[in-house]
């Protein structure tokens, strides 16, 4: 009996051994998964992180009575009047010559936003170029406009297909247009069928924009000309290409996300004969701190302001910019636009010679 109570204790012992070992390796294993997760953390802050930039004016103005200089300065058109005689108006003022195929690059806005462009406001420009209005599927989860049957569905809701033909430029695939000295990309994926048309006519509504900071004439023509495929590379600086955009967005850095933005804008306006066959107006009513891209968008709590057009993208934007902040009841979109470091795309626009912040307003009203 004394030796089975020996070879029990033997046993007891062993299993005890046995058992703070097992401990032992939890407990490194444990520490080793929360020093990876520490150490990602680490790693995931400082990938993310960003700068915000203050705002400020850059029209000729401020920028004289400031002396502060710049190398150049952009006409920027203006009206009061928000109507189709407006409409008429500053793209009058533009004294452009659109020939061939004419493209109409617009937003037909999610299915249930009532903030989109109206198509009464935009059908007698449209329909005096013969334009096709054109757009491209979008590349996140929940979109009724990810599928080219649905997209046109709620263009013809919207009342688009009423006034004019609407391609969907990427119903066939995507064509790859290069970036020149992007910092991070290195081509563009757009809709293939932008080869059909001869020039470019981007109606935009400015807005807000939950991820962006704010839509303008620049998010029009990078983001709205992408395919669904060029989107996510646009928002996450090349490294992926699947939609939708949520994952890969989680690992891109914000400055990198409006840099690749800038980048997609100024290879469309280089393919657009260097800027010369594409030009821009945009339209400032309805807006709310969200995109025409979200279904319910927060209520809009600003007044309207006007449209605004020129050949200059950078300038159309950094303009519509500073009316925005100049504006009283603009608190809620301002706030949306630092939050996201919005100017950013602006900054960086500008650097790559895509245009220029300063710029001249000429107030067509006053003719």
């Known amino acids: 009996m004394g030796i089975n109570m020996r070879d029990k204790d033997k046993s007891n012992s062993k299993g005890a051994k046995k058992n703070r070992r097992g401990l032992r390796k939890l407990l490194i294993g444990l520490g080793i998964f929360v020093a990876f997760i520490g150490i990602f953390l680490v790693w995931y802050t400082n990938h993310m992180h960003y700068d915000i930039e203050a705002h400020e004016y850059y029209d000729v103005e401020t920028l004289q009575s400031e002396g502060r200089s710049y190398d150049d300065s952009s006409i920027v058109y203006m ?79 919207h009342g688009f297909t009423e006034i004019a033909d609407v391609d969907i430029m990427d119903r066939d695939g995507y064509m790859k247009i290069p970036v020149t000295d992007g910092t991070n990309l290195q081509e563009n994926w757009v809709g293939m069928n932008l080869a059909n048309y001869d020039y470019v006519i981007v109606l ?11 839509g303008g004439a620049l998010k029009n023509i990078s983001i709205g000309i992408a395919s669904s495929e060029g989107k996510v590379r646009i928002h ?42 594409i030009i821009y107006i945009s339209v400032m009513n309805n807006m709310s701190i969200d995109c025409d891209c979200v279904s319910n ?17 950078v300038a159309l934007d950094q303009a519509c910019i500073d009316l925005v902040f100049r504006a009283q009841d603009g608190q809620s979109l301002q706030n949306r636009i630092l939050d996201q470091n919005g100017l950013h ?10 245009g220029n912040r300063a710029y001249e307003i000429i107030n067509v009203d006053e003719k």
Do not use: W
């Open 297 to 313: 968008p927060t209520e809009v709590d600003m007044h309207d302001i006007g449209i605004l057009a020129s050949t200059d993208p």
């Open 236 to 277: 996450t600086g090349g490294v992926f290409s699947k939609p939708p955009i949520t994952f890969g967005s989680l690992f891109t850095n914000q400055d990198v996300f409006t840099e690749s933005m800038a980048e997609a804008a100024k290879s469309v306006s280089d393919y657009e004969e260097n800027g010369q066959k």
């Open 204 to 214: 935009t509504h400015f807005k807000g924009h939950p991820m962006a900071g704010f």
């Open 345 to 354: 795309i602006l900054t960086h626009a500008e650097e790559i010679g895509l």
């Open 79 to 157: 009206t009061y009047d928000i109507s189709p005689e407006g409409l008429d108006k500053v793209y009058q003022a533009l004294e452009a010559t659109p020939t061939g195929n004419v493209a109409i690059k617009l937003s037909t806005g999610e299915a249930g936003n009532p903030n989109h462009l109206d198509p009464y406001l935009i059908k007698d420009l449209v329909q005096s170029v013969d334009g096709t209005i054109v757009e491209c599927n979008t590349a996140y989860s929940g979109s009724r406009r990810a599928e080219t049957e649905m997209h046109m569905q709620v263009a013809e809701d």
